[in-house]
């Protein structure tokens, strides 16, 4: 254990400390597993002793007569000896798959949890690698790898203290070469981890990127982008290449010099062990018995030899996992314990002077918002791209947090309510539309408990959604494709719309939620809108003129700024920003 411990570096051992705890669960298979180890190690051992004794008591006298015997006993040593061996193995690949199973459940459980601010941060292909290829690697090698090592050291340890009993001259020969070994192993292990370690790295970028080009094939394909996304694509599986090459050169060299010093420890066995028969008498079934275990000794060492790519690869995996497990959740602890997530019976909502930066080091691109919205109010926020409208809803509904000045609703701060109860209080629809392979009821619903079938077919009448809906095969039951793709972009918005009102939700924010549709089913979207506002209270985000002129308040945003504010017709009157950009939005939708 202490040459093993000496190959891996400290904070392997962390990693290997940290994971094990995902065995209790499961501890029994590694009882079995365990309990095993010293039947195979006697019955090893035994074995060895048998060989000795037929060599020197049967063959060579030519004792025939307790010979068959021997070999019986032998058969039936050697026959325990894999009955174990095989229950060891099972009970460890058996513990190993269930630990792993475990670690795959609480990963996507966190992952679940991940503050949505991590999502626009982080490709959606990497954190995918970590939940499918690197927990593939860990797998692959937790049970016949790592686990593996401890059994084999015990085993190990334990022919090396029968051999010490047999000659423990020829037995420190032997042991002469165990340094070679563990000098190459460390040194290469080092380099392998390293490759290793990029490969992995280049193996997330890849994956990033190809799900990024599948989900944009429509778009690489209508303006024959194909040969410069595949190179791109290219480029990335070279890197990746090239570092699994490097490992591969590695883990060959590894191989080679273990096998050539294991040949070296052979040779000198022989040489030295005829010298101990012919100076010290010692018998020639002892000299058998070394060079039978000289396999069953090297046995171990060169296992690992084979396995330290796929251990490096595994701990590499591991490395890049405990990033995940890093990586901070919406705390759940901000809820009181027996909390059911409930709507706030919204009475106001209001942001004083509040600054708000994407990073510690970033420019702010919230500086001093303040504004009030009251329960059955209609509030539009105006401006051109990156003046802070969106900020302003991601900071609303705690998709980020670390604002400066103070976001209360009713009178509470933001940051003091629970994130489930402020989701549960505002639903959001935003212009970029996700649609589940699965019932359009699900689309809905989204699975809450709180949402019954009659829920559901309302909030697709309010918006309009039923008169297509009951047209579709199935009705609500029928089954909506990849992101929609068997329905028209206006039936998806219309059935993203429904979603967001099929709740009890008391605040709705539409974040240009009607920019990319039809005309015919603007206008059912607006009398949908036009439903929801004299119910509801809502924040428009909205190139539209109908959706901005009916609001109560216009906030006109410029730069993170609130630079006007007021209703449609005092802004018109002014003559300001909101006028050029009401006259602009004019020209754009002449068709409409």
Do not use: C
Request: proline residues 2%.
């Amino acid at each position: 254990m202490k040459g093993i411990k000496k190959i891996l570096e400290h904070q392997d051992w962390q990693l290997l400390r940290k994971y094990a705890g995902y065995f209790r669960p499961h501890k029994k298979w590694f009882f079995f597993s365990i309990a095993s180890i010293p039947v195979t190690t006697a019955a090893g051992i035994l074995f060895l002793w048998l060989v000795e004794n037929i060599v020197d008591n049967y063959i060579l006298p030519g004792n025939v007569d307790g010979l068959i015997r021997q070999v019986i006993f032998l058969a039936l040593v050697l026959f325990l000896n894999i009955l174990f061996d095989g229950f060891y193995s099972y009970s460890f690949s058996k513990a190993g798959n269930l630990a792993i199973v475990d670690l795959r459940k609480q990963m996507f459980d966190k992952s679940l949890r991940f503050p949505l601010s991590y999502f626009d941060k982080k490709p959606i292909g990497v954190t995918l690698s970590r939940l499918t290829s690197d927990m593939e690697s860990v797998s692959e090698s937790f049970a016949a790898g790592i686990l593996g090592l401890l059994a084999d050291s015990i085993k190990t340890l334990a022919l090396v203290g029968y051999l010490f009993y047999l000659n423990w001259r020829l037995t420190l020969v032997l042991l002469f070469v165990v340094p070679l070994i563990i000098l190459a192993i460390s040194y290469l292990r080092k380099k392998i981890r390293k490759a290793y370690d990029i490969s992995r790295t280049s193996l997330a970028k890849s994956a990033a990127y190809l799900q990024e080009a599948l989900n944009g094939m429509k778009t690489v394909q209508l303006y024959s982008a194909e040969e410069k996304v595949f190179n791109k694509y290219d480029g990335l599986n070279k890197e990746f290449s090239d570092a699994q090459n490097k490992s591969n050169i590695y883990d060959s060299f590894l191989y080679s010099i273990v096998e050539g010093i294991t040949s070296v420890a052979t040779a000198l066995v022989i040489w030295y062990g005829a010298i101990q028969i012919w100076d010290y008498g010692y018998t020639m079934g002892v000299l058998i018995v070394f060079v039978t275990t000289l396999e069953r000794l090297f046995v171990p060492v060169k296992q690992f030899a084979q396995q330290i790519s796929t251990i490096q690869r595994a701990l590499s995996a591991l490395e890049h996992i405990s990033e995940l497990f890093r990586q901070k959740v919406e705390d759940p602890s901000a809820k009181p314990e027996g909390y059911v997530p409930e709507p706030i019976a919204l009475q106001e909502i209001e942001f004083k002077n509040v600054y708000f930066s994407y990073s510690e080091d970033g420019p702010d691109v919230l500086k001093n918002v303040s504004f009030k919205l009251h329960k059955g109010d209609r509030l539009a926020l105006v401006g051109t791209t990156g003046s802070g409208k969106s900020t302003i809803i991601r900071l609303l509904a705690k998709t980020y947090t670390g604002y400066r000045g103070s976001i209360k609703i009713n009178g509470t701060e933001l940051s003091e309510i629970p994130i489930a109860q402020v989701r549960e209080t505002i639903s959001v629809m935003h212009q970029d539309i996700f649609m589940f392979n699965d019932t359009v009821e699900f689309n809905i619903a989204l699975g809450r408990k709180n949402i019954s079938q009659a829920d559901v077919e309302q909030a697709a009448s309010f918006v309009y959604a039923s008169r297509f809906i009951e047209q579709l095969p199935g009705g609500y039951r029928f089954m909506v494709q990849d992101n929609g793709d068997n329905l028209s972009k206006g039936q998806a918005q219309l059935i993203s719309f429904a979603r967001a009102i099929s709740g009890n939700s008391e605040l709705i924010i539409l974040d240009e939620a009607t920019s990319a549709v039809d005309s015919i089913t603007e206008q059912y979207i607006q009398q949908a809108i036009a439903n929801i506002f004299s119910l509801k209270t809502v924040i428009a985000v909205a190139h539209r003129l109908s959706t901005i002129k009916n609001s109560d308040m216009i906030l006109v945003l410029e730069d993170g700024q609130i630079i006007e504010r007021g209703t449609h017709t005092e802004l018109l009157k002014y003559g300001g920003k909101y006028a050029r950009l009401l006259h602009q939005f004019e020209e754009e939708h002449k068709q409409d």
